[in-house]
């Protein structure tokens, strides 16, 4: 049986890896020059959805996986969490059929066969765990406070809630010494300006989506390197994981106006830390305090590698919503 903090970094992973291996993607690539003020179409974030007290807001794909947690704690490996989610759907429907007084009894003998298979139970320990998950999805998601049908996300109960400390920067502890670009920076570097220059001109999506999968996994190797260079204390993928899904919200991400990594604005790292960070990755509530940090340090990187001629102005936004983020985490989680 996987620990949760195995069973975290398997969910992470799988996270990351479900974001490269996606082929169409709703990516608008817009080529028109940016305009000073950007124009952000105000919506609350996850956060913000009107949960009841004691419950919080949950994208479909995550309200499936916090579900099938008493599954996944049986895993061994991804291939094993696959598996999971896939039962887990059975589960979800089943459920279903019978809060609505209508057990589909196929539905039945097709999880009982498929949770004797994986997790090799006889029938009476299938039938146990049946009645779990029946009873566990009435218990996260009762119908009567649910939203309107057809919103994108539901209310689930906290099952936990979780004690949110900011960041503790004094754990973080980097060498000055500036580490100038090799060969191989300037080569990454050269291929995220061109990234860029896809954003503001008119190309081709097949070339732009190539080249983004590429350069995620490549600037994440990098920034490992930087973050030994500058010995970090502690997991320096605990900083260089964060950064898949930030890549995915700047140039993967339908925004109204362009947005490349030297050109952020304050109110789409709002929109990223109040909403899509939280709808896109599922991780231990308290892993949600390492993007700040890594983003800020990442930037300092961008610098280094001379991408960004001075990161002070976005590590400066960074700054001032850290605090509203922790904010929103308790909200979420607390």
């Not at 974001?19 to 940016?34: A, N």
């Not at 999805?137 to 809630?161: A, C, D, S, T």
């Not at 999506?205 to 030994?228: A, G, M």
Request: positive net charge; aromatic residues 12%.
């Amino acid at each position: 049986m996987a620990d949760k903090k195995k069973r975290n970094k398997i969910t992470k992973r799988r996270a990351k890896s479900g974001q490269q291996k996606k082929k169409k993607r709703t990516l608008r690539l817009v080529k028109s020059k940016p305009k000073l003020d950007p124009q952000v179409i105000e919506r609350p974030g996850m956060p913000h959805m009107g949960a009841p007290e004691g419950f919080r807001s949950i994208s479909f794909s995550q309200a499936m996986m916090e579900y099938g947690k008493p599954l996944m704690d049986r895993m061994e490996n991804e291939d094993d969490l696959n598996k999971v989610l896939q039962m887990s759907g059975l589960f979800w429907n089943y459920a279903l059929s019978v809060e609505k007084g209508e057990a589909d009894k196929r539905l039945e003998k097709e999880i009982t066969r498929a949770v004797k298979s994986a997790c090799g139970m006889d029938k009476k320990e299938a039938d146990a765990l049946l009645r779990q998950m029946i009873e566990r999805h009435g218990y996260l998601f009762p119908q009567n406070i649910q939203p309107e049908p057809g919103l994108p996300f539901m209310f689930i109960r906290k099952e936990v809630r979780h004690i949110i400390r900011p960041f503790d920067y004094n754990s973080l502890e980097l060498s000055d010494k500036i580490i100038s670009p090799d060969k191989d920076d300037a080569a990454i570097i050269s291929r995220l300006k061109e990234l860029d220059e896809h954003i503001y001109g008119n190309t081709g999506y097949e070339t732009y989506e190539k080249l983004l999968f590429s350069l995620k996994d490549e600037v994440e190797d990098k920034f490992e390197k930087w973050l030994i260079a500058k010995r970090l204390k502690g997991d320096v993928k605990d900083f260089s994981t964060c950064l898949h899904v930030y890549f995915d919200f700047v140039y993967g991400y339908m925004h109204d106006e362009v947005v490349v990594l030297k050109a952020v604005p304050r109110e789409y790292f709002l929109e990223f830390f109040e909403d899509f960070l939280i709808r896109k990755m599922m991780v231990d509530p308290n892993e949600y305090i390492f993007w700040p940090p890594a983003l800020k340090l990442f930037y300092q990187f961008l610098h280094e590698k001379e991408y960004l001629d001075n990161p002070n102005p976005i590590i400066n936004r960074i700054n001032e919503l850290e605090p509203y983020f922790i904010d929103v985490l308790k909200k979420q989680f607390s």
